[in-house]
C-alpha cells in the first residue's frame, strides 16, 4: 500500500520501489544484526521520529494487537486449517487468483527493471525458480516412487499446531515408522527419521495430493 500510495500522488515509481521495496533489506539485515534497537539507532532521526509519530496511525496497536489475537485463535482451534483445506480441495480458486493479482501488480514490473540493471543481486539469488517453478502443471501419480520418505521431511511450524494424519483424512504411519503429523499450515509432513528403503504410507497419501511445487521425476 505504501508503493501505491505514493505513486498515487505523483512520485515516480521507480523511487516508490526503493523506499518501500528495496530498503527492506538493509531495515531486516539490521534488525537481524542487533534487534530493533540497533535499527532504530542505525537509521536517521527523522525516520524514527517517523516511526513514533506515524507509525501507530497506520497500525493502531490495540486494534491490531486484538486482531492477532483473533487470527491466532482462528490457528489453535483449526478453523484456518479447515478453510485451508477446503480451498485446496476445491482447487485454489482465491489463492491463485490473488497470487496472479500480485504477480502482476506494478511494483513486480518496476521491481524487475530495477534489479535487471544491478547484477550483483542475481549472482547471489536464493531461489532459482529454473529448478523450482511453483506453476509447473500438476502431475498425477499411479503409485508411490523410490525416493519418497528418503531423509526427513522438514515441517515448518509457525503459529500453527500439528494435526493428527487420522483427523485430515489420511492414513496413519506403519508402527514402525516415527510419529508422522500434518503441519496444518504448510501441508508438509514432520518425521524424525525413515528408513530409506521404505515408503512411508502417510508420504505417498500426502504426495497424491500433489501440488504445484512437485518436482519432475529423476
Known amino acids: 500500500m505504501g508503493f501505491e500510495t505514493l505513486v498515487e500522488a505523483g512520485y515516480e515509481p521507480e523511487m516508490a520501489y526503493f523506499e518501500c521495496l528495496h530498503e527492506v533489506k538493509l531495515i531486516v539485515d539490521l534488525i537481524y544484526e542487533g534487534g530493533i534497537a540497533n535499527m532504530n539507532y542505525s537509521i536517521s532521526n527523522t525516520a524514527e521520529f517517523g516511526e513514533y509519530h506515524s507509525g501507530p496511525q497506520i497500525l493502531p496497536r490495540e486494534e491490531t494487537k486484538a486482531?492477532?489475537?483473533?487470527?491466532?485463535?482462528?490457528?489453535?482451534?483449526?478453523r484456518f486449517v479447515s478453510e485451508w483445506m477446503r480451498e485446496f480441495k476445491a482447487g485454489l480458486p482465491m489463492f491463485k487468483a490473488i497470487r496472479r493479482n500480485n504477480d502482476a501488480h506494478q511494483i513486480e514490473e518496476v521491481g524487475e527493471k530495477l534489479r535487471a540493471m544491478m547484477p550483483w543481486i542475481a549472482e547471489n539469488r536464493m531461489v532459482d525458480?529454473?529448478?523450482?517453478?511453483?506453476h509447473r502443471p500438476i502431475r498425477k501419480r499411479t503409485g508411490p516412487r523410490a525416493g519418497d520418505c528418503a531423509g526427513a521431511f522438514l515441517c515448518i511450524l509457525r503459529l500453527s499446531r500439528f494435526t493428527p494424519l487420522a483427523e485430515l483424512g489420511f492414513p496413519e504411519p506403519r508402527a514402525r515408522e516415527p510419529a508422522t503429523r500434518l503441519c496444518a499450515d504448510d501441508f508438509v509432513l514432520q518425521q524424525t527419521e525413515c528408513p530409506g528403503t521404505c515408503v512411508c504410507r502417510a508420504a505417498t497419501a500426502i504426495s497424491h495430493k500433489a501440488t504445484e511445487k512437485d518436482s519432475p521425476p529423476p
Open 67 to 78: 486482531r492477532m489475537k483473533s487470527v491466532l485463535k482462528d490457528i489453535q482451534d483449526g
Open 129 to 134: 525458480k529454473a529448478k523450482n517453478c511453483r
